[in-house]
């Protein structure tokens, strides 16, 4: 992955032609013939300004020379039918167009969500990534992604066809003051083109200038503040989201966070850059107008010169300078256009890095064999593990061999590898050191796809969807009614099912259905735990999913799930180590490492053992509460 860059640095030539080379191709991939489909409609909007031109020019003419009011009426009547059809066409192009613009912003925020689900799991937690997609947030905050790319594409071909037309039509204005000879033309002409350049060299200044103030982010003694006011964005964000408005009503909390965002918006660094921003926007206004005024100014005085000699007719000197006040125009337009075009191929360098980024992980090729009797070993060898940015070991020296059909608990501090060797274990990361064996093969030699078939899992931080309560536990749009009832019953949440009037159709929340239901902590555990069920996996495994319960829920829910899982091999992660009894085997882990294994009543003998001070522990503060 490239190096992120500021988009206020300053980039070489080559790597700006870069940038647009990529966001073109992007928007080739989404749509191959959205800009040249477009360039059907900027032609005909640039083409019927000169059809206006030419036809007033024509009518003065016209009545000058004395024609009859039915030739000139004639004309007219056919220029404006011309003009109105032509009109209709482009509404109707462009009418279309509008839809696959949109089209394309989804499917450009699909691939990304798309890349985000779909890159390897241990690059989430890579701090290189974190940064980049910090960057693409601050990218698109005050842009509008691909929106503002297609905006300014539009923008450069609707210039460069106006500027063509405009030399086109204005053709004979530039002949006649080639071979006017006439020095004060030429003085004239270049005393226009440097005030013009200056004129906009200035606005394009300020506005720059603008820009990189609303872009950049600067440091403060006490917090990195976000000039584009993310206090007013975050107040705002927390309010409209329900599940934090529970909280904001019940204590007041919108008043610490007006507080907060007045405190920001009024700080006198803020105060001082908004100024500063504002001075910015007038001065390139004022600029622009400038440049603008001196255009049209210049171009008449020179076309009147011209007309003085009888070069040209009343007519045509509208007509001329109308075209030369255009070709000025739309030359400084379009140089405007490719800068900001730039600008927005530079903001979007940083979506487009990300999809670029290649996973690291092998894939595997061999397949997994698939077996009705589960017969599936697991074993654990010297295995060493550190996460990305980090230097201390998550696990380390690890080695352990799950027998087929084996229950196994694992018990430890927070901290102490347990989530780790699951992670591991499901290959969402890889080993540093070592190697975990399937039936004896390194499960990187594995299809990913396929061994991740596998494992039925319920992590601590398990995910439930605003979806049909029946398509969170099959996690499919279709599924087994019959079966998603039975794994809701085993999970323990049948009562709850038999008061829900859609029942496994009901939406959980209401981010998209109004009526939908809303679940606690432990309703949602158990909705998890028959999804594990639901999946029908060789391996389960169970990592802490059932915190949100108390230790006789905890200990009923284990023991049914222990019935469920039947001959297939379990793995249970609980800080209640009464609910872990039942388990043919429980290891302990301290600070990333395996210190203890055994069944219950083995490691309660070892009274140094961390087991035995763990258990006394809790069972000190099971037996206040009951005496109490």
């Not at 004060?184 to 990189?212: E, M, R, T, W």
């Not at 409209?240 to 006198?268: C, F, P, V």
Request: charged share 25%; with cysteine; glycine share 6%.
């Amino acid at each position: 992955m490239e190096e992120t860059k500021d988009l206020t640095e300053k980039q070489p030539l080559k790597q700006h032609i870069k940038n647009i080379k990529r966001i073109l191709g992007a928007v080739k991939s989404l749509d191959k013939t959205y800009f040249a489909t477009a360039s059907i409609v900027h032609f005909i909007n640039a083409a019927v300004p000169y059809i206006g031109l030419l036809l007033s020019a024509y009518i003065l003419d016209a009545l000058v020379e004395g024609k009859g009011f039915k030739e000139i009426f004639t004309i007219a009547a056919a220029a404006t039918v011309g003009i109105f059809i032509l009109n209709c066409i482009a509404s109707t192009i462009w009418n279309r167009l509008e839809v696959r613009v949109y089209k394309m912003f989804q499917l450009y925020t699909c691939i990304t969500e798309q890349k985000m689900l779909n890159m390897d799991y241990s690059k989430l937690d890579d701090p290189k990534i974190r940064e980049l997609k910090e960057r693409i947030r601050r990218d698109n905050n005050w842009g509008a992604g691909l929106f503002s790319v297609i905006w300014q594409g539009n923008g450069i071909i609707h210039g460069a066809l106006k500027l063509i037309l405009a030399f086109v039509v204005g053709a004979p204005v530039i002949y006649h003051m080639i071979i006017s000879k006439n020095p004060v033309i030429y003085i004239l002409l270049f005393a226009i083109i440097v005030l013009v350049v200056i004129s906009k060299k200035g606005n394009v200044y300020y506005q720059k200038k603008l820009y990189d103030f609303m872009y950049k982010e600067y440091d403060s003694d006490e917090e990195r503040i976000e000039v584009a006011n993310v206090a007013w964005d975050y107040a705002f964000g927390e309010s409209y989201n329900y599940k934090n408005g529970k909280d904001i009503r019940i204590y007041g909390a919108w008043e610490i966070l007006n507080h907060w965002t007045k405190e920001q918006a009024a700080s006198k660094k803020a105060i001082s850059n908004i100024n500063n921003a504002s001075r910015n926007a007038v001065k390139s206004y004022v600029i622009g107008n400038v440049g603008t005024g001196i255009l049209e100014v210049g171009a008449y005085a020179i076309v009147g010169m011209l007309a003085l000699t009888g070069v040209f007719t009343i007519g045509n000197v509208i007509r001329m300078a109308g075209c030369l006040i255009n070709i000025l125009n739309e030359a400084q337009w379009l140089v405007q256009r490719i800068l900001f075009f730039d600008m927005e191929a530079k903001r979007n360098a940083s979506t487009l890095e990300f999809l670029e980024i290649s996973d690291e992980m092998y894939k595997g090729k061999l397949p997994v064999e698939k077996r009705s009797d589960n017969m599936y070993q697991i074993e654990f060898k010297n295995v060493s593990f550190k996460y990305p940015g980090t230097e201390s070991y998550a696990l380390k020296n690890f080695s352990l061999t799950l027998k087929i059909g084996e229950k196994l608990a694992i018990v430890g501090m927070n901290g102490s590898g347990k989530t780790t060797m699951i992670k591991l274990l499901c290959r969402l990361y890889d080993p540093d050191e070592g190697e975990i064996l399937l039936n004896g093969v390194d499960i990187r030699k594995f299809r990913q796809d396929e061994y991740s078939r596998l494992f039925s899992v319920v992590f601590q931080d398990y995910q439930l969807f605003s979806f049909m309560l029946a398509e969170n536990v099959a996690v499919s749009e279709s599924f087994d009614s019959d079966r998603v009832v039975s794994c809701l019953k085993q999970a323990g949440f049948d009562e709850r099912l038999k008061g829900l009037k859609d029942g496994i159709e009901s939406y959980l929340y209401k981010d998209f259905e109004d009526n939908g239901i809303e679940i606690s902590g432990g309703e949602a555990q158990k909705i998890a735990i028959a999804r594990a069920v639901y999946k029908d996996a060789p391996f389960i495994l169970m990592d802490e999913p059932t915190a949100a319960l108390d230790p006789i829920s905890e200990y009923e829910i284990y023991s049914g799930f222990d019935r469920m899982v039947g001959d297939k091999t379990a793995i249970y992660i609980s800080h209640r180590l009464s609910s872990c009894r039942f388990c043919e085997k429980i290891a302990v882990f301290h600070e990333g490492e395996l210190i203890q294994t055994g069944t219950h009543d083995e490691l309660l003998q070892d009274k140094s053992g961390k087991y035995f001070e763990m258990w006394n522990a809790q069972a000190k503060y099971y037996v206040t509460a009951e005496e109490g």
